[in-house]
């Protein structure tokens, strides 16, 4: 099975002060994928920025930096995409590895893949392990317990553990604030699981994209019951490595694994390496930024 | 008797009389005597030359150093460190001497590993072929904190990222050198052994020339060199900056130091920014492309848009920049991996490979908790050693034998919470060095650091380099920062060398360059600052003296009313006016005067003084000087060296002042008078110096500038001063009036009666040959101006140049005898002052507008998802 979804992504900075100059950085050009077919995708900025320039970073996502040179009050982003996701089976879970196996290849592996898979197991800015975040993560983790049914059984948990909540964090709560008052957004939700991963010696990465919902139902959508969380802002979840399959994503904000409903722009160790949209501006003073992100299913010929 | 053997008498004499020189620590090596305390021979003419000195010589030598230090202002900033941030350096008379043969050894193996490191590096950030082979494990290079993926593919310019390179060295008890640590970011210290250089041979004059020791300055044209190939536009003369974080950096003085030696261009990230992927440079004149900088920013910091977005000191797009391939840093961003200890237990097995050859210089016995084996072996060796973070910064070396048994259950559990973020080396036993101590040779551990460039697809190294001392005997860790001298390092060479300078190149003339550096808006807005402080200094310290001699004077004859009034006026038209507060001091125009009497003169006099010499009383003189020399730090790469002792002499002078002040309240005022005198001297002289000395470009434009709007305020002060208190025509208030604005003699030889008010406001707002006249800072105001704004279109006028000219219709237009005037003078003159000061105020703001950048902070931008 095959959708074809339409995302819009809108974020408007409002300054109080004029701005003289700003550059950026955004990640918001959608990775290419087997199971992700990219159609097209437009960047417009207003005002028109004085320059553009296009980059592959590290981890193979694409970035694009813009400047701005004249002054101005607001800066408005807008990038749509029309991206198609096929279907894909997951393996059985039952049948992965026992977790302290993928460890212990993570420790010694040599091959490419494997020496990929490193990046993402070590601590990074905002995933700081520590014994508080490995004692959370070790009852999901017994010996002998297959990869992927230990992370799926810490996802379930956190997503019934913790409550979603938008007012609780900023970017700047630290993980260890998030496992205290147990509520959080999506960032902090996959950043934690991130961290119980890598605490168990493990290598997850985090995901950066949109998330189909029932918001705008187009004609033919017959049920939206089930909406999703992450509607109306960029959504995060995380994926997981297990040898012999790939990466494996995970969603523990809406706890599923992420099949045609979850479009992939970027991924990276955290956040920091991926942020939708980051800059350095001169003058400005206080800056609100507005966010909206629309994803629409497109109808099927 | 032959020369040599007259040379070996004189050392036995040395040995027994001078030196008494035994060496502390049993089993080390000591650098002069070997083990059966015979002198080792390279340092026996310099014994030999030291033997001949007269008694007490060597001490002489000594002291002068350190005025030349002083002099030079060589400091060395401690963090942390509140009473004062910089420190004197520290130099040792005695320098550091290394054989001929044996520095041939040192260069070599230092050719080889930075070599090395430079192809390391180079994998890292692109191939990764040492991670895909396994010769590295992966979490040595992936959890390290300084592994900046955003410079994963950058371009190096000539393949080389390693442009600049040091290493600490360390001599073992069996005489072999090891490398105790690798500094690949942004190496520091050569400028610091380069005016260790300069002082010890000034000291030392008849010794440094008879023994042949290595020229340094070869090495910096080498390095002038490297940067102007690693232009990566072709053509004309490229556009060097050296990128500082700024004076608060613990090395800042060695960067303008190397900045000014180098003849390249001190900038901070402020004077700098990105348009279109490339790096510009902020100056007067507009934008000018940036070709090549070296950095002595710490990696993280110099891009906030992809490294560390707290940063305040970076470029915001430079990462991109590198990538696009317009600017070439050196060194690389990205280096610092390098300096982590952890790569000492690499280096032998990667030189294997990489260069198919064996390590020449060992590093320290190193293992690194990131693998098993070597974990285990740490675990059960503690007690023989020093157990390191990966990151200097987050932690102090700790010795397993020092630990308490708590302490050393806390430092297993770190260990064993990220192992891969621990190395273990072991306990290095430091070689010891004569050190100058109390009129006697004490044997002190050092450790040396050598410096090298690259040049011409290899690298050569510095003959010479910084040599420290360790504060006490048997300390292993030595740090400029922990406190510690310093030493000069010769390199003995075998045949006679040549003298070469870098001032004056070898070789074809080199093309004649005028008014050379740009002038960045920064620095501009700096040197602005610092012509209005330096001139507030000396105005202020004018009514002051003019104040307590008036009071002296007066306290002499018995006070009388009019000397009272005379110094209520004086102490109202101080900058500020509210420095006494309520006590004593008037509103600046109009409001109720209070009777100025009602305090004792003669303590309101003393709280003034003690007001002033206050660096924390806002507007005080104390206060004024503060800011002078903190800019003058600031731009210290663009102050002559007598300038900045001027300012430091001065600073210290009105320091001491204050502190007479407070520690004598009841202190002889005539003293005061003195003291208040030798400041007005002193900030004469500087002025004289600024005028005579600095080169008529466009800092000093703008310095003058500074300094004629300044005294131009403070003329209208005065005036308005004087006629707000509506003084009588023959008061003694326009005596002093004429006093501080040092206008007496020009008065009398234009008038023979009294001073009168409207000749004497005539001469200090109208008359042109005054150069204490409002008109005459007008007239030099324009001439900054005109030279300022050479760019604007032929008969157009800027904005500050609108603003002067018609200040200056004004002023000359001026007619204080005309019918319309008779009879309201004081009115005239008042308006006259209330408008012009009013439109002095404007054009300030109208400069800054147009000249300085403004101290918008830049700030980081995120979005939630």
Redesign the interface.
Known sequence: MITTYNCRHTTVYNYTLPVTVSHHAAHLVPRALPTQIIHGNIIRVTPEPAHRSTRTDYFGNNVFFFTLEETHRSLTVESLCTVTLCEHDFPPADETPPWEKVRDFLASARSPEALVACQYVFDSSFVVTSSAVEAYARPSFPPGRPILTAVVDLMHRIHCEFTYDPKATTLATPLKDVLGHRRGVCQDFAHLQIACCRTMGLAARYVSGYVHTCRTPSPTEADCSTMLIGADASHAWLAVYVPGVGWVDLDPTNDTMPSIEHITIAWGRDYDDVSPLKGVVTGGGQHTPRVEVSVTRRPTP | MTEKAMSQVAVKKSVASLLQYSVAARGTFDEMTGPDGQLRPHWADFLAALATLPDGALQKRREKGLRLIRDSGVTYNVYGDKAGKDRPWELDPIPFLIAADEWRILEESLIQRATLLNLILHDLYGA?KL??D?YLP??LV??HPEFW??L??ASLPRNTSLVLYAADLARSPDGRWWVIGDRTAAPSGAGYALENRIITARIHPDIYKNLWVERLAPFFLKVHETLRRLSPRQGDMPRIVLYTPGPYNETYFEHAYLARYLGITLVDGEDL?????RVYLKTLNGLRQVDVMIRRTDDGYCD???LR?DSSLGI??LV?AV??GTVSVANGLGASVLESPAWLAFLPRLCRVMLHEDLKMPSVATWWCGQKKELNYVMSNLDTLCVRHLLPSLAQPLCGRNLSSAERVNLIERIM??P?NYVAQEIVSLSTAPLWNMNRLESRPVVMRIHLTSYNSSYVAMPGGLTRVAPADGLSTVSMQHGGTSKDTWVLSEKPVEPITLLRPAGAPSKLVRGARDLSSRVADNMFWMGRHLERSELTTRILRAALASHVEGAGQGAGLAQEETLAIVLSMLSGHSVIGDQAADPPCGGERRNPTTLPQESVMRQVIRIHCDPEHFSGLGHSICHLQRIATVVRDRLSLDTWRAIWRLAETVRCTGRGVISQPDGDLDEMLLRLNEVIQMTEALSGLVMENMTRDLSWRFLDAGRRLERAMHVLDLLAGTVEAGTAEDSPVLDVVLGISDSMMTYRARYLVPPALVPLADLLLSDESNPRSLVFQLSALQEHMDAIGVDRMPGTFTPEQKAIIAMLATVRTLDLESPLSVGCAHKVIGNICREMTLKLRTLSEILNLQYFTHA?E????????
């Open positions: 990764q991670l895909k396994g992966p979490s992936f959890s993926r955003p994963h593919g920014t990105n348009r279109g992927d906030p848009l992809e977005s915001a797009g991109q990538h696009a919470a990220s891969h918008v830049t700030l980081p931008l995120f979005t939630k998802p």
